[in-house]
């Protein structure tokens, strides 16, 4: 898939492009239906999106926390999951947001040749959000390209958006939130030097330092899938502040043992996929205390990967 910074970028492709626009945080099942339904015969498959959520420029005490934070990881869901040709990744600057809706096309096909563009229900654009579905609808007829306008998705009853995973992530709902994203969430992340205290204590972790504004479930034990370069290994994460350990600045982190395997990770960049929730985070008296606990919780790891798993 092409990446794309910039508007002047795509100047230089030849081919006709249908776009898929939003913002997509998540990738969840209705963005994926967006951008599936961007297809056009001999037009590559374009997804439009930014850098940056457009609250964090807006109005940035409600900007949400971001179930994709990582751009890296969202590119490749929509490479992979949307089955995306080509991804234009725009800043959201002061300039963008202040283009009336038929400015901001005009831009675009300024500098490539707009096959179609296929949108959510609710997606809104332009300046103030004044670009809706109908307009962009009636912008199609008069300039030629196709607009498909999704239905938003459902589950369980209730539309699919991104909020409503945020809410149902910070809830410890996994099933639920898996259920929406077609998919289990996962935190991605390059692997950062600890203290190495973890290994000491005898059960090595490899350790991510999360942005500020990921949104996370609820700070605990989680059993995990952890997928490498060489390999996907189940382990037991912790996903927290470290309360029992002395650190002068505390940030949200998260600690993956892989039970049975020695690998040297830093460095990589890896993704922790989560299983189910095992046991709250909490304080402990003593690192011996914590270190009991920590066998405690690879012997429940173990039966619940035994009753996932089944011995043939």
Same mark, same amino acid.
């Given at each position: 898939?092409?990446?794309?910074?910039?508007?002047?970028?795509?100047?230089?492709?030849?081919?006709?492009?249908?776009?898929?626009? *939003?913002?997509?945080?998540?990738?969840?099942?209705?963005?994926?239906?967006?951008?599936?339904?961007?297809?056009?015969?001999?037009?590559?498959?374009?997804?439009?999106?930014?850098?940056?959520?457009?609250?964090?420029?807006?109005?940035?005490?409600?900007?949400?926390?971001?179930?994709?934070?990582?751009?890296?990881?969202?590119?490749?869901?929509?490479?992979? !999951?949307?089955?995306?040709?080509?991804?234009?990744?725009?800043?959201?600057?002061? !300039?963008?947001?202040?283009?009336?809706?038929?400015?901001?096309?005009?831009?675009?096909?300024?500098?490539?040749?707009?096959?179609?563009?296929?949108?959510?229900?609710?997606?809104?654009?332009?300046?103030?959000?004044?670009?809706?579905? !109908?307009?962009?609808?009636?912008?199609?007829?008069?300039?030629?390209?196709?607009?498909?306008?999704?239905?938003?998705?459902?589950?369980?009853?209730?539309?699919?958006?991104?909020?409503?995973?945020?809410?149902?992530?910070?809830?410890?709902?996994?099933?639920?939130?898996?259920?929406?994203?077609?998919?289990?969430?996962?935190?991605?992340?390059?692997?950062?030097?600890?203290?190495?205290?973890?290994?000491?204590?005898?059960?090595?972790?490899?350790?991510?330092?999360?942005?500020?504004?990921?949104?996370?479930?609820?700070?605990?034990?989680?059993?995990?899938?952890?997928?490498?370069?060489?390999?996907?290994?189940?382990?037991?994460?912790?996903?927290?502040?470290?309360?029992?350990?002395?650190?002068?600045?505390?940030?949200?982190?998260?600690?993956?043992?892989?039970?049975?395997?020695?690998?040297?990770?830093? *460095?990589?960049?890896?993704?922790?996929?989560?299983?189910?929730?095992?046991?709250?985070?909490?304080?402990?008296?003593?690192?011996? !205390?914590?270190?009991?606990?920590?066998?405690?919780?690879?012997?429940?790891?173990?039966?619940?990967?035994?009753?996932?798993?089944?011995?043939?």
């Amino acid at each position: 898939m092409q990446i794309h910074l910039s508007l002047e970028s795509l100047r230089h492709e030849p081919r006709p492009i249908h776009w898929a626009m *939003g913002f997509f945080d998540g990738v969840h099942t209705g963005h994926r239906r967006v951008m599936h339904s961007a297809t056009t015969p001999g037009a590559l498959r374009g997804v439009l999106t930014f850098a940056r959520h457009p609250l964090a420029l807006l109005c940035p005490e409600k900007q949400p926390l971001l179930l994709t934070p990582d751009a890296e990881y969202k590119a490749e869901l929509i490479a992979r !999951e949307g089955g995306a040709d080509l991804l234009l990744r725009l800043p959201f600057t002061p !300039e963008l947001a202040a283009l009336s809706p038929e400015s901001f096309l005009d831009a675009l096909a300024g500098v490539c040749r707009i096959a179609g563009i296929s949108v959510g229900a609710n997606w809104r654009f332009g300046s103030g959000g004044s670009g809706t579905p !109908e307009l962009l609808q009636r912008e199609g007829r008069k300039r030629g390209f196709r607009v498909c306008v999704n239905p938003l998705s459902s589950a369980g009853g209730e539309c699919v958006s991104s909020s409503r995973i945020r809410a149902a992530l910070a809830a410890g709902a996994l099933s639920e939130v898996a259920a929406m994203l077609g998919r289990r969430f996962c935190a991605v992340g390059q692997v950062q030097h600890g203290q190495h205290l973890a290994r000491r204590l005898g059960f090595p972790t490899a350790n991510l330092r999360l942005p500020a504004q990921a949104a996370l479930p609820p700070f605990g034990v989680y059993r995990v899938l952890c997928h490498t370069g060489s390999g996907s290994y189940p382990g037991l994460a912790n996903l927290g502040l470290r309360p029992t350990i002395h650190e002068a600045t505390k940030a949200p982190g998260l600690e993956t043992h892989l039970p049975g395997h020695e690998l040297d990770l830093y *460095g990589q960049r890896i993704a922790v996929e989560f299983i189910d929730f095992m046991r709250p985070e909490r304080a402990f008296a003593s690192l011996e !205390e914590l270190q009991a606990q920590v066998q405690r919780d690879l012997a429940a790891f173990a039966s619940a990967q035994q009753a996932w798993h089944p011995a043939p």
